[in-house]
Every structure is written in structure tokens, then in C-alpha cells.
């Protein structure tokens, strides 16, 4: 079995997604395509390479990891696959693949220049169908890699800076927002120390194990499912309670007030 | 083939549900995996019940259901897996199960204890991942369900009062909101005897046999596809029209009125 | 491999869709589901048949493409099955698939009759699940077209006025508004001259060869992925910037103003 994991911002409703499905069914009619998401924010390039951050490594190796968010189509940006970890990914170079390579053991890239790869005809506006899927069906069917094109040293990555520890304290931002409004951080909840609090947008929140350690609709902070710390609200949104934001600071440190509770 | 159908209220942009796909795909590689929803709403156990009582059944015996709505993710609510009528179903015990447990003619569940067929570490927040997804996989691949832990005699079921009949009236709620407005009643269609009229929200409506015997716009009720009435407004919004929720009452009553048209 | 493409105005939430999945997947247990989209506006025929036509023939032949954006279910529009260039078409008679018709080499059409490939009970509400899901399902297996029920000589087809050249003009209307905003026309790209301009809306829009030929927030024209002009402002939503809906005229024409900048 072959599958494709595929991740876009086109929505589905103008059958953008189901041509692309297409190309890769008429290449490669054994593959599986796993839908990810078609919901990512029209151009959010962040917000893509976070969500595929947290599933990649899930799937077995020989996977492969079509991502067209891609608000650069046309111009002279390049497209791209990624080897990485026995994965494959293909996609437009501008940052979407930027956790893959911070995180993968090894990874080489090549720019798809090869047109025997391609559909007959690519269209400016619309790569994903004519660029990225039938590279991503060939991939599936085992293509090697070097023969899509020449090789590329230093694909786009986001600049991301990491949280930083000072002293007692860890200051860090929140890096993503998700469906639920829970704000994940780029604070590892390994940093935590008992009797720690975490600031954020002017509140100062306790540590806890789970939601439901605290009241409904009560502020909280846990360990999110990939090891960071995550302002969350119980059974509501803390992107709505708190007004914030990727990008707001977070801090944490030793409890300033004297009753906190401790972490489990 | 295996398949697994797959319902949460994760929505997709977060990447939990290829986080899911992943670990499913890692562990039974041909595993066909079904996108059931995940656009149930935040927490909406009822919603969801709903809704996959309106879909297991008509799935092949052998078919593995997975359910990830679980606002008590990291409490004492157990993590369970059901086997009903030869189907498997996996989820959080919080009542996403009731109608399976309602209608099937044999039934019994396991609590989730044996950590050989979970993810090596569990997130307190993200069992969909380190739980559900890997039994829901070992199971499709035909794990026999008693290795996954101990017997439950009562899972929890959401307390659901049955629509009554009260000499030539009966007695409802509506249970269910759809996507169109549809307002799904928990009063079986067989009831309705001729020249019946529905009662709710202040006004009695015509039993009609398909949207179409009335004109657009205007309000009717129906069989709906489960057998039950339904009120609807042909090419519109009951809900809307009539600011309805789940939990209205409706009465299903000989026409008051002199005008009524027959149902055929 | 035996694929099913499906297309519907459900949405995902209440179970409906995996309703339809559920049937497929007994009567063909090796058919691979490919969602194209359940984000139809609801009873929007003109968007689906525009959907399916972007999709379609990319497909496999033998590949079978479920269509259910039915607000007439109960009525007496017939339920039909359409052969067309390799390709089956599932769905109501309501000229959903008026572009694959338009389109195709050859195709024959039948009207649903033989109850041998329906479910044993029909709802009036719910084609999808007990007409057109099994009829997908059996002829995803093989079945002959013609078992289905008698021919069809004319299925519905939405009226579809072509754009028109006029001398050194051509006019035309937009005829699909896309996720992004993107307004496509129905002028051929094709028909446009060197120094051409489009007049939509008041404006008159420079042609381009990619979004990044101007800069975030412009208007422009582009040969869009099927070869109509589009237009659309980078970074942003035509739709919203030009207040356009489908049916809004567009003209061709040479430039009027001295400053022009030539089509690459």
C-alpha cells in the first residue's frame, strides 16, 4: 500500500482537491490519499507547517507528503521535494517544510525541473494539480528522488525563535492557535518545575495534568500532545477568553502569588 | 480490506486527525480509513451519537468505528471499545455510544487497560492519538477485543425520553438539528395516521409525502430517512424559520383545523 | 482498484455522507472513497456541475463519480446513471452534470429503475443513501450501464449562454466564484490579444501571466487552471474587493488608456 497524505488551503467546494486526487489516481491507481486538511487559512504557511509537523513522523516510512499552500504559484519560487527520514515530501519552497528539516535526522532536497514528472501543460495559477500531484504519484510508486531534478541545499525554512531560559524563568510566544482556541507555546512542558505559573496576556495560570483539573470555563495550562506547554480554556476557547494571538509573549516562572497549586 | 470510519470535533486544520490517520496507517498499513465528520461541534456528544447511529449499521460487518468526541480527555472517564451486531466501535465511554448500545442485539465492552495496544507514551490531551487510533487499528487488523482489557457492564448512555402516545396525540422532542435545518423528531413516522397535523413552535403543519408537495419556502413535515417526522422548509431552514432547537416539543395530532390535506 | 468519487451538498456533520459511505463500502467492500467535496452551497446545481467539470476527466477511466446535490429528491426528477468518455456519473436529473455532457465524446444515460441495484426501502428524503450510493457501488463492481433501467434521451441541462467576440471585443460573464475569491469567467484566455484589457465591475484589470506579476492587494486577469480568465487580486478576494457574484459581465477589449502593460 502507497498513501499520500495531502495538505492544502483550497477548501473543497471548487473541486480544486478532487483534481488533484485525480492526477494521482490516474498515475498511481493503488495509492491511498489520506486526507489532512483543505482547512488551513488561505496563504497561512505557518499554520501548514505546524499542522504537518504533528502528523509526518506518525506514518509509516514511505509515505508521501503532498502540502500545496502555495500563495507564491507562478512566480519564482521553487517547487520542491524533500526526502526525509524515509519520507517523502513535495510541495512550493517557501517554508512549509520547515519543521520536517529541523527535525529530520537527514533530508535532501531536489527543485522539480524533470518535465517527464510533470503534466503536459502546467498552469501558473494551479501547480498543485499539474506540479506537486503527479510528482507525488511518482514518488508513491517508488520514484527515486534525484531524478525529479537538481539538487537544493537550502530550501526555505521559517525563522522560528525557540523559548529561551533566563534564571528561574522561561519566556517563549505562542506559536499556533488551534480549532478548539487552545494557544500552544513554544515552551517545553519539560521546563516546568513545580510550583511553576504561567504568564500570559496579563494573567498568571496555574499548571495542571488535565482539563478537567479545573472548573468549566476556568483558565488552565497543560502539556499539549507534542510536549509543550498549552494555555487552554476547560470545555471553551482561550483564543476567545484571552484576545490572543500567534506570536504573544508567554513567560514562565515561580508562582508570584502564595497559593498555587502544585503540578502533579 | 479493513476500514475504519473515523468521527471527531477536531476539524481538520490542526493536523490531529492525520495525527490519527497516522498511527492508524502505521500500525495496519491497509487499513481504509473512512472520514466519517470532524465537524461535529466542540464537545457535542449528543450530536455525534446521533449521527453514527445513522451510519454503522449500513457498514459491512468487520467495519471498525472510531469516535474521538471527548471533552473528558485526561478525567476518570474511561477509554473503551464495544463490540455490537459484529461491528467494533472505539471511543471515550461519555455516551457517544448510546445508540449502538439501544439497538444492537448483542453487545459488550472492554475498558482500555492494556498498554501493549496503546502508544508507548499517552497524552493527557490527545488520546484520539495515544489511545483510540492504535486499538481502533489493532482491531481492524482483527485483535479480539477481550485482550484490551476488562469487561464493562454499563457503559454510560445519555438519558434519551421516548416519545409517547397519549390517545390520538403523541408526545416529542427534537432530538437533532441538521446541516439543511431539517428538524429531526424522535416521533416515529408509523404513527402519523391520516389527516394528522404536527404541532411545534406554535404552529401546525402538514404531513406530506416528499418536499416537493409544497411550495419553496414553505414549511412541512416528513418522513425523514431514519422513519422519523421531520420538519423542514423545502429549499430553506426549519431552523431557521422557526428558531428551534434539540429539546422543542412537538405533538403529532388529528388536524384542528377543517382544511388538511390528506397524506398519501 | 475501483474508484468512487463523491460530491454532495451534506456537509460531513450529521453522518449523512458516511451513510452513503457505509452502503458503498457493503455492496463493493474494495472500493477506495475519494471525497471531492461535501461543501456545495446547499441545492447549488450550477456550483456542482462546475466542481465535477475540474475533476473528472483527470480521473482514471473506469473511475465512478457520485453526485448528490439534489433539492428535487422526492419529486418526480429521475434518478439517473450516465456512461460518458469511460466514465459513470451517478445523481439526479437536475443538470448537475450539464459540463460533462457538453464535454464528453460519447455518453448514454439511463433513468434509475431496477430496483435490484436500490436499497430495499427507499426513503423520499434520501437518495443519496438508497438510490445513488448502491447504484455507485455496483457499477464501481462492473455492472453493465444499460441494467440499470431504460435510456435517457436528453438529461436536464443547465442553460449555458457562451461567452461572445464582437469585433476586437469579447464578452462574457463570471461564471464560478472560488474559495479564494477568484472570479472565472467564461472567456477563452485563448481569445486574448496583445495590450488586451478586461472591464469587470467598473474596473478595467490588466492580463497577467501569474498572481505575482503584481503586487499583495491588486487586481489583475490571469489564465485560470482550465483556461478561462480569471480575476483575482493576490493575496486577496476579488469577491469581496469587486462585490461580483456569478453572472456579472466581463469584456475583453483592447486597452483604452495609453499605459498598458503588454501580455507576456
Known sequence: ???????????????YVAAMKGVIASITPSAIIDDASHAIAPGDIAAAAWALAGYWRLYPRGTTHLVVI???VGSTRHPIAISADGHAFVG?????FTHVL???GTWRAVVLENAAFLRRVVSP???GRDVFAPVAAHLAAGLYLGRLGTPLDEPVRLPLAPAAQEDAAARGVVVHTDTFGNLITNIPASWAVADARVQVAGRELPLVTAYSDVEPGALLVVEGSRGMLEVAVRDGSAADVLKVKPGERVVLAPATAQASAPRR
Do not use: Q
Not at 92 to 96: F, M, R, S
Open 92 to 96: 512550493p519552497d517557501n517554508g512549509v
Open 1 to 15: 500500500v502507497r498513501r499520500i497524505t495531502l495538505l492544502t488551503d483550497f477548501g473543497t467546494a471548487d473541486g
Open 70 to 72: 502555495d500563495p507564491g
Open 125 to 127: 495559477t494551479f501547480h
Open 102 to 104: 529541523n527535525e529530520a
